[in-house]
């Protein structure tokens, strides 16, 4: 029982103190997004012409091949940070501009577009939500979608009428000359025809729990994507207090089997 107790107390010391480095660690990113954004965006939080104002901010910061940067371990991928430092390709902005709209307490998710349900994905943007109205906005091609009164558009507008792709390319292109970015935006590249937030036809594990998600919503695939995917510090926070948690709970239990 001896050891038992004091390998619980090494969990327990070894995960609280992992979780509070990582938690610190984003907390100084956070930070340092607030400060970006307070210097450079201009419109109100939380409306979608914040959404539309940082979407540009994001698209002009750095470049746009993929982010080689890994925190920790590989898997993970780059932190928002690191993209923020280096830039990076469609999914890497759309991580940096999630996890700053996060910074300031704006619900968002990452949406992986594919022509079709079995497909692979094509492409990588956004879905922010600012009162009671969801934007879609791409970061790397700078798009965001205006609707005729006065909002935005959000992806499942964009997959249930491909002309509203159509007419927003054709007019940025008009808008924006050459070089700019969206004369290689192609209609037949960037598929909206199955977007999806969460791949749950992964396999048996992801199957089965999108099927209890479809449960309680109409758009299981657009539900609001885990942050936990996206941003390896808050990853690797958790895996420091989960486990700091349970050595918790079991050291009150043996402690009352002890009395």
Not at 56 to 79: D, I, M
Not at 102 to 121: E, F, H, I, K, Q
Not at 205 to 214: E, L, P, Q, S, T
Request: net charge neutral; hydrophobic share 45%; charged share 20%.
């Amino acid at each position: 029982m001896r050891a038992l107790k004091f390998l619980l107390i090494a969990i327990l010391v070894v995960g609280l103190a992992v979780g509070a480095w990582f938690g610190w660690q984003r907390h100084q990113e956070q930070a340092l997004f607030r400060e970006t954004i307070a210097a450079n965006i201009t419109a109100p939080t939380g409306t979608g012409l914040f959404v539309e104002q940082l979407n540009h901010w994001v698209y002009n910061k750095e470049g746009f091949e993929q982010c080689q940067a890994r925190y920790v371990w590989s898997p993970l991928g780059a932190t928002p940070l690191q993209i923020y430092q280096q830039g990076g390709d469609c999914s890497d902005k759309s991580r940096l501009l999630s996890a700053m709209l996060d910074s300031v307490g704006m619900d968002s998710t990452l949406v992986m577009l594919s022509p079709c349900r079995t497909c692979a994905s094509t492409h990588t943007i956004v879905n922010a939500e600012v009162k009671g109205d969801v934007v879609a906005a791409d970061p790397v091609y700078d798009i965001v979608w205006p609707d005729p009164a006065g909002g935005y558009r959000g992806v499942a507008e964009i997959r249930d009428d491909p002309a509203i792709l159509a007419e927003r390319l054709a007019e940025l292109k008009r808008l924006r000359p050459l070089p700019d970015k969206i004369h290689f935006h192609s209609p037949d590249e960037m598929k909206y025809g199955f977007p999806k937030t969460v791949n749950w036809d992964r396999d048996a594990v992801f199957a089965g729990i999108g099927g209890i998600v479809g449960q309680f919503t109409d758009e299981p695939y657009l539900v609001q994507r885990p942050r936990i995917f996206e941003d390896p510090k808050l990853f690797l926070m958790w895996v420091g207090l989960v486990p700091a948690g349970v050595a918790a709970i079991l050291l009150v239990l043996l402690r009352r089997r002890l009395r």
